[in-house]
Every structure is written in C-alpha cells, then in structure tokens.
C-alpha cells in the first residue's frame, strides 16, 4: 500500500464549480499534511498546509483533514481555468521530510 | 531576489556518463533536498542534507551522489550506475526551524538519455 494515495484523475469541472481532490494516508502517526499545485514542466507550490482535524480556509481554498479517517481533501470554489494542474498531496513523515502522492490532474473547462 | 536556482533547465546523459546538476541558494536555509519525478508521478527523495558538510539518503538514493561543502549549495551527480535516470529532477530548501510549509522549490532539471 502506498504511504500516500491520491486518484490520478485527470477530474475534469465546469468553471464557477467546485473540484474537490481527495488524499488517504496510511501511516496514522502522520501530523502535517500539504498540498501543492504544479504546472506542467514547473515546479510545485505551495496551496495549503493543515496539522489539526477539521477545515481550514484559504481564499478559494479549503483544506480538511480526518485523522480518524486518514483522510485530507482540498476543495477549490469557483474553479478558474488557471486552476487546471496537478494537485499533489503530502505528509510530513519526519520533521523536514514530506513523502507525496502521485497528485490528480485537474482541469477546469471555461 | 532570494531563491534556488538549478541549472542547467535540460541536460542529456549519454551511456555510462556521470553528469552533475547543480543547485544554488541564496534563502540562507540550512536544509536542501533532491527530488525525482518520474511522469505523472510524485516527488521522490533522493537525498537531503541538514547542515552543511552532512547528507542523508533518501528513499531512492541508489545511482545518484551528493556533497554539501557549502551551505548555499548541494549539487546532485547522476552517476552510470543509475540505469533509468530520465526524469525531472528538482531541489528545495528550508530553514532550520524544519517548518515544510517554508519549503521552497527550484525551477527544475529535466534529465533526458541520449
């Protein structure tokens, strides 16, 4: 089993929806969970950072996260075109080391 | 401006070659870090480096050598016994406080076979 799992996609969303990516994790020690967006032949930055249960926002931004459930999802309202990339989900397995999921392609039809 | 520079942007190894990639900071940051992505795939540790002259393996550190003889800079060599090297090679860094929302990235290194 992966350490960190994520749904490849590609998850395709009208403009104005909201796309909703999703990240299970194996590990239950884990405490800090990450979540990137990356374009194509760039590199990865950073969205949303969350340690504690429930939600947290950012803008257009929501992070949750379940440890009971080892779940976190990124919800996105108002999706742009610009949203379209990769959403890669990370876990902090020790202090300064992220392990990452393979990340879901998402791509926002104007 | 402060940040990490890797270079070059595409680099092409031939059969039995050892190339380096280079990667510089300028963040003052004590941690750096290599990542591999492989095509629709995640970032995999290769290896990473907590203070200067000291490194760790990552989890996929087989083929691959770094040394850290100064702070601002942790150059990553693709040696030949690394047999599958095409992918997209990048570096990061954070400070000393390990705090991973301060990670900041490299532009990338695309390493490609010949």
């Known amino acids: 089993q992966k350490e960190v799992e994520q749904n490849s996609g590609p998850l395709s969303v009208p403009e104005g929806a909201i796309a909703s990516l999703n990240c299970t994790y194996s590990?239950?020690?884990?405490?800090?969970f990450f979540w990137y967006r990356q374009y194509s032949g760039k590199s990865p930055e950073l969205i949303m950072f969350i340690y504690s249960n429930g939600d947290k926002e950012d803008g257009r931004f929501t992070a949750q996260l379940n440890k009971a459930s080892q779940y976190v999802s990124l919800l996105i309202r108002d999706s742009q075109p610009s949203d379209s990339a990769t959403y890669l989900c990370?876990?902090?397995?020790?202090?300064?080391?992220?392990?990452f999921g393979s990340g879901t392609q998402l791509t926002v039809l104007p | 401006d402060g940040g990490i520079t890797q270079s070059p942007k595409y680099l092409f190894r031939k059969e039995g070659q050892n190339v380096t990639l280079s990667c510089e900071q300028n963040?003052?940051?004590?941690?750096m870090y290599w990542y591999r992505q492989d095509p629709g795939q995640g970032l995999r540790l290769i290896y990473y480096s907590q203070i200067v002259n000291d490194f760790q393996k990552g989890d996929i550190a087989e083929g691959y050598s770094v040394s850290r003889e100064k702070k601002e800079s942790f150059p990553l060599t693709v040696t030949s016994a690394q047999k599958n090297p095409t992918a997209f090679y990048l570096c990061a860094s954070t400070d000393y406080q390990g705090t991973n929302e301060k990670l900041f990235f490299g532009s990338g290194t695309q390493l490609s076979v010949l």
């Open positions: 590990d239950r020690g884990s405490q800090s």
């Open positions: 963040l003052n940051h004590d941690a």
């Open positions: 990370a876990e902090e397995k020790t202090a300064r080391q992220l392990t």
